[in-house]
């Protein structure tokens, strides 16, 4: 027997087991199981109503709240395909992903109507516009409410219509560098296969609460809901990143489990109110994006007694392909080492075939010393890029999704990243991973934040730069913070120099942009700037 892995069924089984039990906490709203499979099936007659179709793109821009997980039932329901939109966005990147796509409703929220607004008349596709309104209405804008479509539809299900595993059932768009974003089809089996992956590597059960503090229409946020959503556990959800909510709702939803990245963690360390807050329930933290200092997993377990583990993926696999998990054998070590392996980029996840490979393609050997690219394949790899073909052939060879992602394996199997392929400096013929450098620069008590990049040096071609953010009165000097690396790595991978700044550069997800550090240094030289 065959039966379609579709995303819908895991809303159907946290339906059937556990319909009164509460779903969502999104501020002072509250939603069980059953308020929520209602609100769902609303927004899908909704969505029939205004003409949408099996296979028909709806877009979602907005920050966290319980709309966007009702998006991702009430379009898939339908056989329609959820694009999200990241918030952080120009008006004309925007209006091109909705082009390029071929969106034909866009649901946003009221404090981003007027990017869309502001491109409306260049819309190609789009019908029909339905506001998040919750009480504001920016001027000029008139579109249908959100709530009051939901309150006028039947909150019956709808007929929903046949379906394969292999439909698209989401529309991500990667950020562009040197060209325009690409969209990448993560179908019902992607999907799927990923949400039974997270359920089981995390242990995740109806008794567990998950706060989404990373945006839900991001790699980071969108590979957790659908296994929670299944389990029965309960979304706790913030609209934004602020410490004191998120310490605040971490103590009175009795979270345990979290996701975030780096410098999320960094903030919450250094709330200066942070020790007031009952975190003893938070077992469980991925944290993403980025490589975990070995001094953050520590301090985050002491401070907050929450275990931390380093998740890789990208959207390209939907995203989980690797976490840190440690195995038996590993929790017999010291406390200092089952942190090291823990802050690694850690094992495959179950479906997921994992290879470090040469540049003539040959499995490297698995020393923790050798390194390769990062190749994978397994039912949670994308479809492939939308409406291209060419692009998709440039990542997906041989069956294997190239990652771009330079790393080693060790004996026990674990991987380790030391670098993006386009961060990794070539100083006088000599690989710098920058991420070894920031390792190290990390270990330095006055270190809040810090990024290391290559930057134009007329006898090496490139000089390894550090940019850091100090503590708050914690003073540092470039001299203190070389001589400091100078204990732990070799001379060729020391910083040439250090500039301090207030901050750096970052996604919507608190991601680093090297990109744009980069962008100033290498303003009229011939390195194309990497992302």
């Not at 503090?213 to 609209?239: C, D, E, K, Q, Y």
Request: charged share 25%.
């Amino acid at each position: 027997m065959q039966v379609p892995m579709l995303v819908t069924h895991f809303l159907d089984r946290g339906v059937k087991f556990y319909g009164p039990k509460t779903c969502i906490v999104d501020g002072e709203k509250r939603f069980t199981y059953n308020q929520f499979n209602e609100r769902v099936n609303r927004l899908s007659n909704a969505l029939i109503a205004e003409g949408v179709k099996q296979g028909d793109r709806v877009a979602y821009i907005g920050p966290n709240g319980h709309r966007i997980l009702e998006a991702y039932y009430g379009i898939t329901q339908i056989g329609a395909i959820l694009l999200c939109i990241n918030i952080r966005l120009s008006s004309e990147e925007i209006a091109f992903i909705l082009n390029h796509a071929g969106a034909k409703v866009v649901c946003v929220d009221w404090e981003y109507a007027n990017l869309v607004a502001d491109v409306a008349n260049k819309l190609e596709t789009v019908t029909h516009f339905m506001l998040f309104t919750d009480g504001h209405r920016p001027e000029g804008i008139d579109w249908a409410d959100y709530d009051t479509l939901l309150e006028e539809a039947s909150a019956e299900r709808p007929v929903r219509p046949e379906m394969d595993e292999n439909d698209v059932a989401e529309l991500f768009y990667t950020s562009g560098t040197t060209s325009r974003p690409k969209g990448v089809m993560l179908t019902h089996r992607n999907l799927y296969t990923n949400a039974l992956n997270y359920i089981h590597m995390l242990s995740v059960t109806d008794a567990d609460t998950q706060l989404h503090s990373v945006p839900l229409f991001h790699v980071n946020g969108w590979g957790s809901p659908h296994g929670i959503t299944g389990s029965g556990a309960t979304h706790i959800i913030v609209r934004d990143f602020r410490p004191q909510q998120v310490l605040e709702a971490i103590q009175k939803e009795k979270v345990t489990i979290g996701a975030m990245v780096p410098a999320m963690v960094t903030t919450l360390l250094n709330y200066p109110e942070a020790d007031k807050y009952d975190t003893s329930l938070w077992e469980r933290m991925i944290i993403g994006g980025a490589p975990v200092p070995i001094s953050i997993a520590r301090e985050a377990q002491e401070k907050f007694g929450v275990e931390c583990y380093q998740a890789y993926g990208m959207t390209e696999a939907c995203p989980m392909l690797t976490l840190a998990t440690l195995k038996d054998n590993l929790k017999k070590l010291p406390f200092e080492e089952q942190l090291a392996y823990r802050a690694k980029t850690g094992k495959p996840v179950f479906g997921v075939e994992l290879r470090v490979v040469d540049e003539n393609g040959k499995d490297i050997e698995p020393n923790g010393e050798d390194v390769g690219e990062i190749i994978v394949r397994g039912n949670n790899v994308m479809k492939g890029f939308w409406q291209d073909p060419e692009a998709t052939a440039k990542v997906i060879i041989d069956g294997w999704l190239h990652t771009g992602d330079i790393a080693n394996i060790d004996k026990e199997g674990y991987v380790q990243i030391v670098d993006r392929g386009k961060d990794m400096i070539i100083s006088g013929g000599e690989n710098v991973a920058s991420a070894e450098v920031e390792m190290a620069i990390y270990k330095f008590p006055a270190i809040m934040e810090c990024a290391v990049i290559g930057v134009p040096d007329p006898k090496w071609g490139e000089a390894v730069k550090a940019l850091v953010v100090l503590k708050q009165d914690m003073p540092a000097t470039e001299k203190e913070i070389i001589d400091h690396c100078a204990t732990l790595l070799s001379k060729f991978k020391l910083p040439r120099t250090v500039d301090f700044v207030s901050e750096l550069p970052k996604t919507g997800t608190g991601k680093l942009l090297k990109r744009k550090l980069r962008e100033k240094y290498w303003a009229g030289h011939e390195r194309k700037v990497g992302g």
